[in-house]
């Protein structure tokens, strides 16, 4: 909550901080470094969690998406962090919102063929999100 962000590429200043997200070229979450720029980085969600299916290469956002998103839901919803709700939700927003964001920093291409993640951050498409399906049952918009 009342954490300083500072811009910078100086070394001898992102020495000094708590968290480094995006520069400093190193990844390494037990001093909380989080930057994928590196050309030996080739970490993925299915890397680091097994559990998850997803083979596309982390961002930053990525990243502290991956060892804070389901502690930050659980903050949030009030809901514990290996429950259901949490962990739908995590998924969720990885697939639909956090991938796109890991293949577009990283420069790889949405096709070669088959889509490799799906593109769902236009404002169109955020707005189509909160519809209801053409096949639910409950076709009010107004229902949480």
């Not at 954490?3 to 910078?8: L, M, N, S, Y």
């Not at 709700?85 to 949405?110: C, H, P, R, S």
């Not at 169109?124 to 209801?132: F, G, Y």
Request: charged content about 25%; aromatic content about 8%; glycine content about 6%.
């Amino acid at each position: 909550q009342d954490a300083e962000v500072i811009r910078t590429r100086d070394p001898q200043r992102l020495a000094q901080c708590d968290v480094v997200v995006d520069v400093g070229g190193e990844y390494d979450p037990a001093r909380h470094r989080y930057d994928h720029h590196q050309r030996s980085f080739t970490q993925s969600m299915r890397c680091l969690r097994p559990d998850k299916p997803w083979s596309t290469k982390l961002s930053s956002a990525g990243l502290v998406y991956c060892h804070f998103g389901a502690q930050i839901l659980s903050s949030l919803l009030g809901q514990p962090e290996d429950g259901p709700v949490v962990t739908t939700l995590y998924d969720k927003l990885y697939e639909n919102f956090v991938e796109e964001i890991d293949a577009v920093d990283n420069g790889i291409a949405q096709r070669d063929g088959e889509p490799r993640y799906a593109v769902t951050t236009t404002l169109s498409a955020r707005v189509s999100h909160l519809n209801p399906r053409w096949n639910d049952a409950e076709q009010d918009t107004e229902v949480g």
